[in-house]
Structure formats: C-alpha cells, structure tokens
C-alpha cells in the first residue's frame, strides 16, 4: 500500500458483494478512535426526535471529530450502529443511505449494526462509533 492507498478493503472473491459496507478493511497509519456519537449538536440538543435526523447529526458529529485529526470520512475503517429500534432502522433504510450519503459520501467501511434496548440519553435512538486511519507521519 501507497502513502496515497493506506487501506484496503477485503473481500472474498466468491462471496455476494457487500452492498453499502465492507466485510473488512485492511489499513496503515495512524488511528483514530471515535467514540459513540449521537443524533443531537454542538449544544448537547437534539434537534428532532426523527431517528433519519438523528442518523444524520451522528455521522455529522463524527466527521466534526475527525477533522480534529486532519481527517475525513475517506479515512474511516470501521462504524458500529447501535440502534434502538431494528424495524425503524430496516423501514427507513433508503432515508438512512442517503443521510450517509451526504454526509460521508460513497465511502463504505466495515460495520456492525446492534439494537440495543437504550441508550443513556433517553431521547437518543441511534449511536455510532467510529474507528479511522490516516496516513502514517
């Protein structure tokens, strides 16, 4: 890998494709830990109680943080989900791809998805973490 290409996505070649994520992501460099982010601002307010909104704010929040290393959304690896309501999550997945799209563009790390029974901010129906490699110094 190139200072330029620092990861790599893995995939078997005789799996069906992964559509909207990587099975596995192969990187150098430095990393960069994002913890859970949630659907609410700058403030600490959520803004709305939409979970589409929220999707939205928590990939905002965590692009907000990665800028903080010189980093973008091409330098995460990984995301992991975790949602409150799995059925809201699979109802609204078209809305859910493009908040992502928007906010991170066509780039798919590898992910988890978790319904989870709550979250400590009660008002908060998704959470995301974020793990990033940015080239090494």
Known sequence: MSDATFHQLLHPSHWKPAIGYANGVLATGQTVFVGGQI??????VFESDDF???VNQALQN???ILKEADAG??????????VTDK???????????AAYREVLGKHFPAMTMVQVAG???DQAKV???ATAVISAV
């Open 39 to 44: 659907g609410w601002n700058a403030d600490q």
């Open 52 to 54: 589409v909104v929220q």
């Open 62 to 64: 965590i692009v907000a």
């Open 73 to 82: 959304p091409e330098h995460i690896v990984r995301l992991t989900w975790y």
């Open 87 to 97: 059925k809201e999550y699979l109802a609204r997945l078209k809305e859910v791809g």
């Open 119 to 121: 979250l400590v901010e």
């Open 127 to 129: 959470e995301i973490e």
